[in-house]
């Protein structure tokens, strides 16, 4: 049967023409010829910014006393292993946090780049996390196995964390030395570790227009470990979702403004959530539109999503969404430890499936999973309402939001502090700085608007947004809808809603899909227990093969 592929995240999105009346979110093709899949061929492969040499100058030393028979025994307790599962190790006292960043920096320098099997998906490492690592290993306190406490995490690289740069992945923010974002904030004081920062596509994948997702000139191309230079990383949050499918940390935090969470998670068989817009701060981190922004949890397992989400949530007041919104604190893992009985949970959901995506094998594999264990699946039709004008809400926001960053919390320093002047630093050295041309900033360039003009189009797309979903959620009482990968990701951008994915299986060619749920403001925790609940008849989610 047809199989339907997706494997753009919003570049699709961005790169449509200011008039054009719907953003383009699927791609079709069909199956691949698994008896001979063609490698991808890559303008621009490693980083000309960035090398081995950089990243690790502080760790030499640790690494090299980190030895193979080290390395195997943690290995057991901490690959494929969920947050719990680790800290209940680390509780009854066969691991520390220090063998666990150890573990995980021996990881990266083995797989990550300059090698036969890179990935690139690792921008920077946290030079002190180490040294907090055994600060912690000191503490006397209890040990909560469903707490962050102690656990490496990644950052998305438009991500501001103290003692590493935040380049967005571009060159002009090189030396974008800032303090800490006010997730950073909230992930420091659960006790978190920083690792590092992850590549990404660059600017979010608001810049190039024609590059491939996943590349940045400084980070260079992410590859999926699945299908090195086969399969699409997707994007933005293309490191985010490659390193935390190569176990590279615990987890990763990405960014998404219209399927950048959605896409590479999907990608990289790894749960991803797009939270409700002003449920997490955008403060300190770069940005793309402040209308539709937000950063979200990218994780191998959905308890682990839980456990960060928790830590990631807090009301900044320097943020007018989160202001907005002033979400009221949730306990999300709390949900899913009372699921004794996943067939019965599912026997009082209803879900609704379209009929025109179980074309799809693994999405009507899916569907009929859900009703064996219980739940009541609604076939819908898909509704034919369009995005108008969707593209320029980036543009126009960009105009705006990304000077404000560089003013707010970006680097003193920094020279160029907006699109035009990124532009003209770019043709400086066209071959580094932009090999695949920078056509989406010259179009926020070109683009104005009104502010009754730019409030009208924001108000449309929220209208028609929220109708796409409403509608049969109201009409048949569902408790959230079914999609795959980032599949009517927009829409959810533009209504605001949260949406998740999980691992659903792989196509032939060992490509990974996602099913997505989505459901109107502040569901997260539904759709967590939903997804936790798909999760337990599913296990989809497979180890790549190549990175053990």
């Known amino acids: 049967m047809k199989q339907i592929v997706i494997f753009l995240a919003c ?3 961005f790169s449509c023409k200011q008039n054009k009346e719907t953003p383009s979110e699927e791609v079709t093709q069909s199956p691949a010829d698994t008896t001979a899949v063609k490698e991808r061929e890559y303008a621009v492969l490693d980083s000309k910014v960035i090398n081995n040499e950089a990243i690790w100058g502080d760790f030499d030393t640790d690494l090299g006393d980190f030895l193979h028979s080290d390395y195997n025994r943690i290995s057991a307790l901490v690959i494929e292993k969920t947050i719990p599962e680790i800290k209940q190790s680390i509780a009854d006292g066969d691991l520390t946090y220090e063998d666990l960043v150890l573990f995980y920096l021996s990881r990266i320098k083995k797989f990550d780049r300059e090698n036969d099997l890179s990935l690139n998906s690792v921008i920077a490492v946290n030079p002190d996390v180490l040294e907090q690592a055994k600060a912690l290993d000191e503490s006397t306190e209890e040990i909560d196995i469903y707490s962050i406490k102690g656990m490496p995490i ?7 964390a103290a003692g590493m740069p935040t380049t967005a992945g571009a060159v002009a923010f090189e030396n974008n030395n800032a303090d800490d974002s006010f997730i950073v904030e909230r992930l420091k004081e659960s006790g978190a570790l920083i690792l590092g920062k992850a590549n990404l596509s660059e600017w979010a994948y608001f810049f190039c227009g024609d ?6 000139a400084v980070g260079g191309q992410t590859l999926n470990p699945y299908g090195r230079k086969i399969h699409d990383t ?5 490191g985010s979702g490659v390193a935390t499918a190569a176990n590279f940390a615990v987890a990763a935090i990405g960014t998404e403004t219209s399927g950048s969470i959605l896409s590479p998670s999907s990608s990289n068989s790894v749960v991803g959530l797009k939270p409700t817009i002003g449920l997490l701060s955008r403060g300190g981190i770069v940005p793309i539109s402040s209308t539709l922004d937000t950063p979200g949890p990218m994780t191998k397992f959905v308890i682990d999503n839980a456990i960060l989400l928790n830590a990631l949530t807090g009301k900044d007041n320097a943020d007018p969404a989160s202001k907005k919104l002033n979400a009221p604190r949730e306990d ?6 009372v699921i004794d009985d996943v067939k019965q949970f599912l026997s009082e959901k209803r879900l609704g499936y379209f009929k025109g995506s179980m074309e799809d094998t693994l999405y009507a594999q899916a569907v009929n999973d859900l009703k064996s264990a219980g739940a009541t699946m609604v076939e819908l039709e898909r509704q034919d309402i369009k995005l108008p004008q969707f593209g320029r809400v980036l543009n126009l926001d960009m105009q705006k939001d990304l000077p404000d960053y560089v003013e707010k919390y970006g680097d003193k320093s920094i020279s160029q502090r907006d699109v035009k002047s990124i532009t003209t630093f770019n043709k400086e050295d066209s071959i580094v700085r932009m090999p695949y041309g920078q056509k989406l900033f010259y179009g926020i360039l070109a683009d104005s608007a009104s502010a009754k003009e730019f409030a009208a189009i924001k108000d449309t797309l929220q209208t028609n947004g929220r109708a796409f ?5 109201k009409e048949n009482d569902l408790d959230a809808v ?3 990968n980032n599949y009517m990701a927009g829409y959810a951008a533009v209504a605001k809603y949260p949406a998740i994915t999980v691992s659903m299986g792989y ?9 997505t749920f989505m459901a109107p403001t502040l569901s997260e925790k539904k759709l967590l227990e939903l997804a936790y609940a798909y999760e337990s008849i599913s296990h989809k989610r497979k180890f790549p093969s190549d990175y053990k």
């Open 211 to 216: 590059c491939p997702s996943g590349y940045s």
């Open 332 to 337: 999300y893992v709390a949900g899913i430890k």
């Open 482 to 484: 079914l999609s795959i």
């Open 507 to 515: 196509q032939e060619d060992n490509r990974p899909m996602g099913l």
């Open 154 to 160: 990644l950052l998305k690289d438009n991500i501001d």
């Open 469 to 473: 979903f409403d509608i049969p959620l």
């Open 234 to 238: 997707g994007g933005s949050s293309s």
């Open 11 to 13: 570049i699709a999105l």
